[in-house]
């Protein structure tokens, strides 16, 4: 079955740093795609980066970057340069080839301090 | 952003009553999914639709039903409701069931049961 785990509930960040947010998965389908999202305090739910399982370099997305390490089923996201605006919730999610559902982790909540 | 449009936003109400949110869209996506989200769950699949009129269970489908009369409105419906639905609810769509098809969210309805 498909698993996400993200194993910081929360982290500190002073601005300006980067920080690199967990996220580990689990499948037995060869094929299928990692997502991260991001919910800020107002409650909506923002796609930010995805990363597929055959793809050969890692996702980037202007300040965000995705550390993809197939042999260890991570998916951690990076931001650079972090901004007060980041501070949100931040959820990882993967999908199976065809399979209807994102399976999301418990997710990490980002406090960004200036 | 994706047009998706989730209404009511807030809505408190009484066990027993029935209750129903609505999802519309306007990207004439195909697939169409109802989530809740509750602290340390993440976001788990209620109940998606693949069709008009063509709907299936997730993961968390007790108490609830779906119906897709159109293609762009897709209603969860609570017949009578319970304080363990209180949560906050994402309608989401997807154009493909392709995995590195993103799903784009809906800005969520927080719905109390007193």
């Known amino acids: 079955a498909q698993k996400i785990t993200q194993t910081q509930p929360g982290m500190f960040v002073q601005e300006k740093e980067a920080v690199t947010l967990d996220c580990t998965y689990d499948?037995?389908?060869?094929?299928?795609?990692l997502f991260w999202y991001k919910q800020p305090s107002s409650g909506e739910m923002i796609f930010l980066i995805y990363?597929?399982?055959?793809?050969?370099q890692n996702a980037t997305e202007g300040r965000y970057s995705l550390n993809f390490q197939k042999a260890r089923k991570s998916a951690n996201l990076v931001i650079s340069a972090s901004q007060l605006g980041d501070s949100a919730m931040y959820f990882c999610?993967?999908?199976?080839?065809?399979?209807?559902?994102?399976?999301f982790g418990q997710g990490t909540r980002l406090t960004i301090n200036p | 952003d994706a047009g998706i449009t989730q209404s009511p936003r807030h809505k408190v109400t009484e066990t027993g009553t029935p209750v129903t949110l609505r999802c519309h869209q306007t990207?004439?996506?195909?697939?169409m999914y109802w989530y809740r989200q509750d602290p340390g769950h993440g976001l788990r699949l209620i109940h998606y639709?693949?069709?008009?009129?063509?709907?299936d269970k997730g993961e968390v489908s007790d108490g609830y039903s779906v119906s897709r009369s159109k293609t762009e409105d897709f209603l969860l419906t609570l017949e009578s409701a319970t304080s363990s639905q209180t949560s906050v609810y994402f309608c989401?769509?997807?154009?493909?069931?392709?995995?590195?098809?993103?799903?784009?969210f809906g800005d969520g309805t927080r719905l109390s049961i007193l």
């Open positions: 990207e004439n996506h195909r697939y």
């Open positions: 639709s693949y069709g008009v009129k063509d709907t």
């Open positions: 990363q597929g399982s055959y793809d050969q």
């Open positions: 989401a769509i997807s154009e493909t069931l392709y995995s590195n098809q993103p799903q784009h």
């Open positions: 499948t037995s389908d060869p094929s299928y795609g």
């Open positions: 999610a993967m999908r199976d080839q065809g399979a209807q559902k994102l399976v």
